[in-house]
């Protein structure tokens, strides 16, 4: 099982971004997906997930109202669309893959990580 995230990039603050993640496996049309990410110094924090279906979503509160995730079962993408970018979205962004169905932020429900993409978003 393999994720593929791109996407990343260097953005001034109030612009946009969109990360997209290609998974290899037809499987994932059964699985939760999400989106982390990892500020140097930080620990790594939940972003967003979306449940296998799409139909159920899940934000952090940091981003909630600012990014959106999305997936295209057909083509095995999740994409996390986001907008109003502020300085402190800064980080290493990563998707992964639960082992469950439903949308969760908890962490130790993803087996399968992506390599991660870097956003910068400048002040």
């Known amino acids: 099982v393999q994720l593929q995230a791109s996407g990343g990039g260097l953005v001034q603050a109030g612009g946009s971004l969109r990360l997209s993640c290609a998974a290899s496996?037809?499987?994932?049309?059964?699985?939760?997906l999400g989106w982390f990410r990892q500020a140097p110094g930080k620990e790594r924090e939940f972003v967003a997930a979306?449940?296998?279906?799409?139909?159920?979503?899940y934000y952090a509160d940091s981003v909630k109202g600012r990014f959106t995730i999305s997936r295209d079962n057909a083509r095995n993408t999740v994409y996390l669309q986001m907008n109003s970018l502020k300085p402190e979205d800064t980080a290493v962004y990563y998707c992964?893959?639960?082992?469950?169905?439903?949308?969760?932020?908890?962490?130790?429900?993803?087996?399968?990580w992506g390599q991660g993409t870097l956003v910068t978003v400048s002040s």
């Open positions: 992964a893959g639960a082992a469950v169905s439903f949308a969760t932020a908890a962490s130790a429900r993803y087996p399968y």
């Open positions: 496996k037809r499987t994932f049309g059964n699985n939760g």
């Open positions: 979306t449940s296998w279906s799409g139909g159920t979503t």
